[in-house]
Each structure stands twice: as structure tokens, then as C-alpha cells.
């Protein structure tokens, strides 16, 4: 058995979602490895309460302060601190016990807390891509000057990492990043006129949070991973490659000076890339179910197709302008799925709302914070007009 002062002390953000719940699993089987020091959520009190009574953390997190009554109720006679609102996120994060926050809530939300974290020279296992997407070069910058590493969840981030792993000194040529091609892989633009959101909430390989899935199904997922890809490693545009691979087991690539390609495979299991990122340099055991071959006998690779995927190409339109537009694209993505998901649009509607909102919202070259926080804000207000206008 450890000393707790050799285990890693986490704070997770969005303990309630899909990676959430994940994560507390890993810590559940790994108690020599973590302590558990933050959970949060935004509305759901009942689990959040739930799994404050199971792992006994140190404080919780409310987002909606009109929760805050019921979760303190049952949480003070058992001695767990009990906050609401997202500045007490952007607070509890710099918690002196704190060793790695798992940034595991959803969409631009993740931003403020992220840099709070980073500003307080905690490491980062991040999830939330979308923080990395609005502002990677703020992000990563700050981390830079605090000394803070931030080890990417994302299966497909995770593998590029793994790969990567003795090989930190080597130059990248480019990476691969794999595609499930999602529910809707090989329709055309007539058949995706029609999809209903059930069809969109069904994703083939994985099961994962409701925006994430729709992104999956849009190819915005990809667009948002090739801009985190870009922010994680350091990468230009052209180097940065998208592969379906619908069988979803290798995770992603890269390719070499020498022209020599690592790949990391495995079934789809975010539990593996969570425990990586926490435990990272150490691999701990685990019981997750292996991968055989002889279930696979064929692993298939196929190119995208932007045309009809739209998303896709406005993201890799977004990274190579730079400056605030993939702050834009993250905006009115967010908004226009949060409509899609309230038959407010049709799932083509989203990328004609995403890219007038990219031709509308003032550029910036060079964006600070405040410029990101003021280009979130507008870009939502012009995408609900837009929607509103229809
Ligand atoms: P979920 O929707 O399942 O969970 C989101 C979590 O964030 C919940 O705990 C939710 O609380 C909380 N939350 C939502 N909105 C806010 C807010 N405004 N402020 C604070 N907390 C909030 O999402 P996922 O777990 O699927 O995804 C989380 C992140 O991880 C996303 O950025 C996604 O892109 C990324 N990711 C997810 C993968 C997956 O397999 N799910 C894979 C790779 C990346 P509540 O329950 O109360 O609403
Ligand atoms: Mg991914």
C-alpha cells in the first residue's frame, strides 16, 4: 500500500458524464495509485451526491446553484466541502492537494477552469478537446511557462502520445488520426437530409455523452481532434492526416522522419486512455477485455469525404486561418447541436449555421482571453439568430 503522499490526488471535472463515471471507475479499481480529492457536475445532484457518498471525496461541485441546498443537506453531516457555481470551479481547482485535474465536462465550459488549473501549476489530464480547440494557443502557452504537461484522454490523442512515448526527441512527419466514420459513414447528402437525432445518438462503436456523439456523427469530432491534434504536438495543418477506420481498434498513427508508422491498438475502452493519462509514465494493470485477432480478420481504412461530411473541412478550414475562427466553429457547433438535439435544425442545417457564422464573426489575428471570451458570445448570439431566422 501506498502513502497517500505517493498516490496521485485527482480532481475530476464533470464526474457525472460518460468519461466521469469512467474515470471513477479507474480510481475505484486502482485505489493504491489515486486519491480522490474534487468531483463536480452541472445538474445531475442525485449521482453527483451518489458518488460523493461512495469515494468520499475532499469537495463537490455544483453547477447549478439551485441545487446547491439539496447536495449540502446530505453532504455536511459526512464532512464533504459543498460548492456551487462556475467560479467555484474555476476555485476548487487550486486546491493545494490537487496533483491532476481530469478535465471531463463538456464544450467551452472546460476553458475557464482548465486555465485556472494550469495558472495554479496543476497537470491536466484533459478531455475536454473543446478548451484546446477555442484556445490552444493560450492554453498551451501558459502551460509552457507554469511547467504543467497535458496528457491527452482522447483515444485517438492517447495513441499519438503512447506512440510517441522514448521517441519525445524524434521529429514527427505527420499523424493519422482514425475515424469511426460515425452512424452515417458512406451516406450521401440526400440520405443525411433526412437523419432523425435517435439515428444520430446511435454510434456504432462507442457510448459516449450526447454532444460528443452528435459531433461523431457530423465528423465534428474530427474536426475538433485535428485542432487539438495540432495544439497537442506541436503539429502544422499539413501534418496532420484524417483515416477511417471503421472497426474503431487502431486508435491512431504516426509516421516518422524514416518513414517508420507506430500504432496503437486496442478495443474501444476509454477506461485505457483515462488510466494512461493519470498514471502516465506508469502502466497500470487492468482487467479491461483484450483485443484477439481472430475476431477482426479485417481492419479496413478508407478516406473521408469532406464533401459530404462538411464539418470536417470547415475545421481544417478553421485551423489553417487560425486566430479566433476555431473558437467561432466551436461556438456555433455547440449552439447548433444543442438545437439539433431540440429539433430546432436538420443535421445538414448545421454546417450552413456553422459556416455563416465563420463568414459572419469579426477575425482576430491574434486573440487574448477576453478576445476568445467576447468571440464565444457573439458567435452564440449570431448562430441562435441564424437558427431563429430559418
Ligand atoms: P457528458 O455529457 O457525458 O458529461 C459531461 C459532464 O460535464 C457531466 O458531468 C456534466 O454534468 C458536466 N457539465 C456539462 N455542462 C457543464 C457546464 N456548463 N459546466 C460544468 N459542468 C458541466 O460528456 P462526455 O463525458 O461524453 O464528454 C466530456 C468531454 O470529454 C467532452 O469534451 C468530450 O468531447 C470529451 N471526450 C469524451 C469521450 C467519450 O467517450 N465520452 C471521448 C473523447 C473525448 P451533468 O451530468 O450534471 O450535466
Ligand atoms: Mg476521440
Known amino acids: 500500500m501506498k502513502e497517500s503522499s505517493d498516490k496521485r490526488h485527482i480532481a475530476i471535472l464533470g464526474s457525472t458524464g460518460s468519461i466521469g463515471t469512467q474515470a471513477l471507475e479507474v480510481l475505484e479499481a486502482n485505489p493504491d495509485s489515486f486519491v480522490l480529492e474534487v468531483l463536480t457536475a452541472h445538474s445531475s445532484a442525485d449521482l453527483l451526491i451518489e458518488q460523493a457518498l461512495k469515494f468520499k471525496p475532499n469537495c463537490v461541485v455544483i453547477g447549478d446553484e439551485s441545487q446547491y441546498k439539496k447536495v449540502q443537506d446530505v453532504l455536511f453531516d459526512e464532512g464533504i466541502k459543498v460548492y456551487a457555481g462556475a467560479d467555484s470551479l474555476a476555485q476548487v481547482v487550486q486546491m493545494e492537494e490537487i496533483d491532476i485535474v481530469l478535465t471531463a465536462l463538456v464544450g467551452y465550459a472546460g476553458l475557464r477552469p482548465t486555465m485556472a488549473a494550469i495558472e495554479a501549476g496543476k497537470h491536466i489530464a484533459l478531455a475536454n478537446k473543446e478548451t484546446l480547440v477555442v484556445a490552444g494557443d493560450i492554453v498551451t502557452e501558459l502551460a509552457k511557462q507554469k511547467g504543467v504537461n497535458i496528457y491527452p484522454v482522447d483515444s485517438e490523442h492517447s495513441a499519438i502520445f503512447q506512440c510517441l512515448v522514448g521517441e519525445f526527441h524524434n521529429p514527427i512527419e505527420k499523424i493519422y488520426l482514425t475515424a469511426s466514420g460515425g452512424p452515417f459513414r458512406g451516406q450521401t447528402r440526400e440520405q443525411l437530409a433526412s437523419v ?127 486566430g479566433n475562427q476555431p473558437c467561432i466553429l466551436n461556438a456555433a457547433n455547440e449552439v447548433v447541436v444543442d438545437a439539433f438535439l431540440k429539433d430546432k435544425v436538420t443535421f445538414l442545417q448545421m454546417s450552413d449555421i456553422i459556416e455563416q457564422c465563420m463568414q459572419k464573426v469579426a477575425f482576430i489575428q491574434k486573440p487574448n482571453y477576453d478576445d476568445y471570451v467576447a468571440t464565444d458570445a457573439e458567435t452564440r448570439s449570431v448562430a441562435s439568430q441564424l437558427i431563429k431566422n430559418d
Open 196 to 322: 432523425t437525432k435517435a439515428q444520430a445518438l446511435k454510434h456504432p462503436n462507442w457510448d459516449m455523452g450526447a454532444k460528443i456523439t452528435i459531433d461523431s456523427a457530423s465528423m465534428m469530432n474530427k474536426g475538433l481532434e485535428v485542432i487539438e491534434a495540432k495544439w497537442l504536438f506541436g503539429l502544422k495543418p499539413e501534418q496532420i492526416d484524417v483515416i477511417v477506420h471503421p472497426q474503431s481498434i487502431v486508435h491512431s498513427i504516426v509516421q516518422f522522419e524514416d518513414g517508420s508508422m507506430k500504432a496503437q491498438m486496442g478495443l474501444p475502452d476509454m477506461k485505457l486512455p483515462i488510466q494512461f493519462a493519470l498514471a502516465f509514465p506508469e502502466r497500470l494493470k487492468s482487467d479491461f477485455p483484450r483485443f484477439n485477432f481472430l475476431n477482426y480478420p479485417q481492419l479496413t481504412f478508407e478516406q473521408p469525404d469532406p464533401k459530404t461530411f462538411r464539418n470536417l473541412a470547415l475545421a481544417f478550414e478553421a485551423m489553417k486561418l487560425g
